[in-house]
Structures are given as structure tokens and as C-alpha cells.
């Protein structure tokens, strides 16, 4: 059936280009005009703990046939992957202010329904994440960010010192960006989608050349680190820190997909050009999230795990509840408008723009 396509966004393509002008600090994909080839993530026989994608036999609420798609309603038709090349803007993203709000070993995404199966994750934005969460319960949710509109579900395995856990302090950055060279074409996220960037079982040379690398763990002076770092500095500012930034092309059909991936791609290199535009396979452009997270540890660090297994297998979720109207007019004015916003909808480098939300985070 056409509609089953199993077309992956080809997320472990190697020998790709850095789109540095974007900064994009993960690889682009190469391609021209037509789809990047198809690429299914290898099988490992890594032995750590984690959940494989795809591994749960129980559908999500939303999953009305059990199929583990979930349709897009309506789903975003006759669109081409934009190649235009509005004017060049060095800024165009928006900031997530959100903090942690709790763990738990449950996943809504890779284990809808099964409370306590997956390996603990840290939960951050919205206050009742659990494996029982659906677009609407997360809707009429709370939220750890600071804009009220925004109830997304943000998660990742929890860091462990030992057996203590660490957790993030205070809010954390997650960055709206527009991943493709025409920032004009960036539209909101689909209420509902959710989808999981990298995989608790990638080895650690697929989590260095994920494209959704940037800097890898990093702690003072030591940087790009698939291990994290063997020694720190013990000055109290200094944390361990990663970003990592998420597919930003959608397929508009689907808001989520059996191994919650092929639903969504990374932008791709157009031949000939140092421009990045989505692929045919995925010609729809949403933002690019990228987490920036800072983990309270330093000084020895030989202690230090993830919940899901080594360094290697940090991956995160997201399940989008934004308010419609908030996110849109955050997405207008900073990516189309190629700004560069805190979590207000304000660039301080022009203030003649104004803000997006009010001194509450709230739209007026």
C-alpha cells in the first residue's frame, strides 16, 4: 500500500557535507532533485539496556487501526521542497525556555500505554508526561516552560553519577531553527507530532556521524566527545553539556510512524549549490529543534551513564502540544522573519521588530 511507504529519512548517511552556513552543526545529506536514497538503520548486536524502535506491540490511543501510523489531519498536500534563496539572514530561530518537571521509566512515543517499560527518562515542559499521554492530555497539561502556550512533551534518558541521578537546573534552551536555506518556508508544527531523534542502540561511531551531531559532550575546554569527558574542570560553573539538533522535514502525512522516524527527515545538500532544502521524499518545512542541555557534574566523570546505556546512546523525544496560534506567530516572526529571538519572540539586535509575547509569555 502507497500509504505504508517505507521511506526513511536517511538519518545515517555518511560522507555528507556540513552546512555550515546555516549552522548546522550536524551533516547534510547530499541530493539533487531527486529523493535521497532509502537507508534502514542497521541492527546491532550492542548489549547495553534500551528500547529498539518499534518494539512495542501495544498502539498508541491516537493509533486507530493498531497500524503504528498515526494520519496527519488533514495531512499537507502539493507542496515541493522550496529552493529559493530569500535574502541571507544569519539568525532565524526562537528559544524554548523549559525546565524539568520529572522522571520516569515511561515513554508515550516507543511505549504508549505501558507504564514503567523503557529506561528512565527526564521529562521536561509539560507537567503530566507519561506513557499514558496523548495530544489531548498534554494539551490540557502544565508546563515547565515559560511560555504558558507551549505544553510540548520534551524527554531524554536520565544522566546518572553512579546511581545518582543529574538533572538539568533551571531552564534548559531548546532552539527553533529553520533547518533549510529558505527560512521563508518554515511552517509550524502539526499539532500531535511526535517523533524520536537518534536511538539508544546507535554504536558510537553512528552517534558521531548522526546528522543531528553538533558538538557532542563537551565539559570546559574538551569538546566533540562521543565519551563524555574523562576529566573536568571543578569550578562551579562548569557543567557537562550537548546539543544535538532534530530532523526538520516533514512527509505531511503522518504524525507519527511505526519506528517514529520515517515520518521526518534531515534537510539535504541541493546539488551544485551549498543550499539545504528538504527532499522530495519530505517536502515540508518545519523548525529544526535542537536541544542545549547543561548537566550539573564535574570534577570525575568515570562514574557517569545514561539510563539507556553510554554516552553514546543519548537520543530525546518530542511530542508536540504547542498552542496553535502561539506557535505560529512565534514561527512567523523569527524564522520567516529571520530573527533571532529568546523566548518572547524578541531579538534585542532589532527592537524595532517588537515581541512576540507579552512580559507573562503569553500572546496579547
Not at 31 to 37: F, K, L, Q, T, V
Not at 281 to 305: I, Q, Y
Amino acid at each position: 500500500m502507497a500509504r505504508r511507504s517505507k521511506v526513511l529519512s536517511g538519518l545515517l548517511i555518511s560522507g555528507a557535507l556540513v552546512a555550515t552556513t546555516l549552522g548546522l552543526g550536524g551533516a547534510a545529506l547530499t541530493a539533487g532533485a531527486a529523493e535521497i536514497p532509502a537507508q534502514q538503520q542497521p541492527a546491532h548486536s550492542t548489549a547495553h539496556q534500551g528500547h529498539t524502535m518499534a518494539a512495542s506491540t501495544v498502539p498508541a490511543a491516537e493509533d486507530a487501526d493498531g497500524d503504528g501510523y498515526i494520519p496527519a489531519n488533514p495531512p499537507v498536500t502539493g507542496v515541493e521542497p522550496s529552493t529559493k534563496q530569500p535574502p541571507h539572514r544569519y539568525f532565524h530561530e526562537f528559544q524554548a525556555q523549559c525546565s524539568v518537571s520529572h522522571t520516569k521509566p515511561d515513554d508515550p512515543i516507543v511505549y504508549p500505554g505501558q507504564a514503567g517499560k523503557s529506561h528512565d527518562h527526564t521529562f521536561m515542559g509539560n507537567t503530566t508526561t507519561d506513557a499514558a499521554s496523548t495530544t489531548d492530555s498534554l494539551d490540557a497539561g502544565g508546563t515547565k516552560c515559560l511560555a504558558p502556550g507551549d505544553k510540548s512533551g520534551y524527554w531524554m534518558p536520565t544522566m546518572l553519577n553512579g546511581d545518582q541521578p543529574v538533572l538539568p537546573v533551571g531552564t534548559q534552551t531548546i532552539y527553533y531553527k529553520a533547518g533549510v536555506t529558505d527560512y521563508t518556508s518554515v511552517r509550524p508544527f502539526p499539532k500531535g507530532l511526535r517523533f524520536v531523534v537518534g536511538s539508544p542502540m546507535q554504536s558510537a561511531q553512528e552517534f558521531r556521524d548522526h546528522p543531528g551531531f553538533v558538538e557532542g559532550w563537551e565539559c570546559g575546554t574538551s569538546y566533540f566527545n562521543v565519551d563524555f569527558p574523562k576529566d573536568c574542570p571543578t569550578t562551579p560553573d562548569t557543567q557537562v553539556n550537548i546539543r544535538f539538533q532534530a530532523p526538520s522535514c516533514w512527509d505531511g502525512r503522518y504524525l507519527d510512524t511505526p519506528d517514529h522516524k520515517s515520518h521526518m527527515a534531515y534537510p539535504v545538500v541541493k546539488q551544485g549549490t551549498n543550499d539545504n532544502v528538504c527532499p522530495t521524499s519530505h517536502p515540508v518545512a518545519l523548525p529544526m529543534v535542537e536541544f542545549k542541555m547543561a548537566f550539573p557534574v564535574n570534577g570525575d566523570l568515570s562514574r557517569l551513564r545514561l539510563a539507556s546505556g553510554p554516552s553514546y546512546s543519548f537520543h530525546y523525544d518530542f511530542f508536540n502540544a504547542w498552542d496553535d496560534r502561539t506557535l505560529k506567530a512565534m514561527v512567523d516572526h523569527c524564522l520567516v522573519g529571520g530573527l533571532q529571538c529568546d523566548a518572547r519572540g524578541y531579538d534585542q539586535n532589532h527592537p524595532e521588530e517588537g515581541a512576540v509575547l507579552d512580559a507573562d509569555y503569553r500572546l496579547p
